[in-house]
């Protein structure tokens, strides 16, 4: 089945939550070692002992299309014939920085491995090039194996990652937030 994809509009979409829940038996497991002259920062593909299950700890907020502190965000998805949401990507410009951020992307559990996140990503490149941004930016986990490859497969790099976004012990929990970057000009090679 042909799945349509459609602008979102604020004033019906804001405020939709997002179930961005998954398990990964894998994670990117980094370490930061000080050397003599700086660092080094080995990551690596490596097994969790047990299979990691991310769920919103208690406390957290849920994610959710256009949150408040996402002024100028625009949100495009596939509703389902019942109307509920099936897939969705949001992106926000980052004016100062000419970058263009995707802040929420999702695909329901039963829409997974079918090409609607690829869609989802093609759309936020198109948007990258037309609007002018200099490149398409995104946050994801070290946990989440599953969605780093699928942005390294859709030609994303690392471009940073920060060891205390979520918690003081990112690190030690293996759940790194991964900056990852798309640059036009590097898939026009």
Known sequence: MTYAIQHLDR?????????LFYTS???YDIAVNRT???FSIPIAKRPFPTPFTHVPEDGDSPDALYADWWEDAEAYGIVGEDGGLLAAIEVCPEGWTKRLMVTELFVAEPLRRQGH???LIELAKRLTVEGGYRCLVLETQSSNVNAVDFYLSQG???IGFDSCCYHND???RREVR?????FPEAAEK
């Open 25 to 27: 038996e894998y994670c």
């Open 117 to 119: 996140g690829r869609r």
């Open 36 to 38: 003599a002259d700086g």
């Open 170 to 172: 990112d690190l030690r």
């Open 156 to 158: 994303f790099t690392l």
């Open 178 to 182: 991964l900056d990852m970057g798309w």
């Open 11 to 19: 004033g019906k979409w804001k405020g939709t939550p997002l179930p």
